[in-house]
């Protein structure tokens, strides 16, 4: 099923089968689709017809091409605007952290901040170790579709992103999801379709792909 995610990352897609990944979209690109077998396919699907096209001889290739009208790149271009704008605002909308509001460029997966001070429930608890002076715990509990993960963090660069992944035996790692940093506490409720019985590994990332915070995890 096609979600506002998806559709989302569709643009994305298309230039990563032709090789042109934006950069500053790659990071938010690789987390969604760990998480996203629809997208997986299709990006497989738009890379078989990118390598067909590019094995076509140019000199087979003998139509002349009709002359666009004048007002056509101008039109493209004023929908390609309107449809950035469009996507900008959704992920505005799912990147909302702590008290203030951060806009997530390359954010798949909602990360849901919960009000500070709530009550630990029972589950699998362990503390990650930093590498850049802010200090983390989460509790990870099993759930029907994956293990929900409450993270506890403060202490990481304010205004910049990073992402949340849970690692199972296989070495395989499995968005958990993307939020902003904050030098104050922050409580984050997010989610990785992994097993809890399976994760043997929960680790965070900044948008450099640099682990910032890691720890083992020893469920059962």
Known sequence: MTTDACRDWRGALGAAAIGRTDPAE???LLAHLDGCAACRAELRDLSAVARALGSIPLENVTSVPAEPSGAL???VLERVAHEREVVRGRRARRGMVGAGAFASAAAAVVAIVLALGGGATAGT???LRSTVGAS???TLHAKPLGTEVDVKVSGLR???????WLTGDDGHRVGAGTFGGTRNAAELQLMAAIPLSETRRIWVTDDKRKVVL???VRSG
Do not use: K, Q, T
């Not at 205004?159 to 949340?164: I, K």
């Open 158 to 164: 304010a205004g910049h992103y990073y992402w949340l």
């Open 125 to 127: 608890r362990v503390v």
């Open 73 to 75: 790149g101008e039109r």
């Open 214 to 216: 890691d720890a083992a």
């Open 26 to 28: 790659e990071i938010g």
């Open 136 to 138: 983390a715990s989460a």
